[in-house]
């Protein structure tokens, strides 16, 4: 019990290589992907989600217990002890189609809706690069909704580096600017892709945007200054997913 309520905190986390997933969902994606050390749960939530938790260890506690291990406002009273997956970049990227890197992302919720995005629009993995948020911590596990169990998410503090890994795997690499040269309507989506993915305040670094095969912007009928970087990948993944099925069909 105290070995877990340690992994609510990022040191902990990166000592044990483990992380906590809360609630049921989380922890039934969790226990199909496999990572599933043990289970503490209330006695309430062991008989509420029994189905959930298959044939882990379970330890029932107290619902103050339950408490100390969560970071929510009110606890589901079920919380998995996971361990933590580590895919490379090398791992990933040989017949890669699509990848969506997010460089510098330290807002969680963001971080795990681009997670969520990759899974949705069928991208092989997403990669977490520059000063990212910790793909394990609590709100971006739970904006994930259960996907980074299901897509391989990359953490890489160097971002040259995944750019030129992703280049040098034949992946055009393009990146979101506003005032990009390439209109998305235009952009030849129909190879392999990576996309690059800014925080909403300062979008990408202009060394960052400069290595990109192309700037590509998304044309804005309205007047709005931006939009944020969910809507934005969400935008970008589809149509590289659409046109990756296009091209599978007039094959």
């Excluded at 989600?49 to 379970?58: E, L, P, S, Y």
């Excluded at 970087?229 to 149509?239: E, K, P, S």
């Amino acid at each position: 019990m105290v070995a877990a309520a340690k992994l609510l905190r990022l040191a902990g986390r990166r000592r044990a290589g483990r992380f906590l997933a809360e609630g049921p969902n989380l922890v039934e994606a969790a226990t199909r992907a496999g990572v599933v050390t043990e289970v503490f749960a209330t006695e309430a939530a062991v008989a509420r989600h029994a189905d959930v938790i298959g044939g882990a260890t379970v330890h029932v506690v107290t619902e103050r217990a339950a408490k100390a291990l969560s970071d929510t406002v009110t606890p589901t009273g079920l919380v998995a002890v996971c361990e933590t997956p580590t895919p490379t970049l090398p791992g990933v990227l040989p017949g890669a189609a699509l990848i969506a890197v997010a460089v510098g992302v330290s807002e969680p919720g963001n971080a795990g809706t681009l997670i969520r995005l990759g899974h949705a629009m069928g991208a092989d993995a997403v990669v977490l690069a520059g000063h990212s948020v910790d793909p394990y911590n609590g709100k971006c596990l739970r904006a994930s909704t259960g996907s980074i169990f299901a897509v391989p998410v990359v953490v890489e503090p160097d971002t040259e580096a995944v750019i030129a890994a992703v280049q040098g795997a034949g992946l055009q690499v393009l990146a979101t600017a506003l005032d990009g040269e390439v209109d998305l309507a235009q952009a030849d989506l129909a190879g392999p892709t990576a996309w690059l993915f800014g925080p909403e305040a300062h979008g990408l670094p202009a060394e960052v945007a400069g290595a990109a095969d192309h700037r590509v912007r998304i044309e804005m009928p309205g007047d709005a200054e931006s939009l944020n970087v969910g809507a934005a990948a969400a935008i970008c993944l589809y149509q590289s997913a659409r046109a990756h099925a296009a091209g599978r069909t007039s094959r």
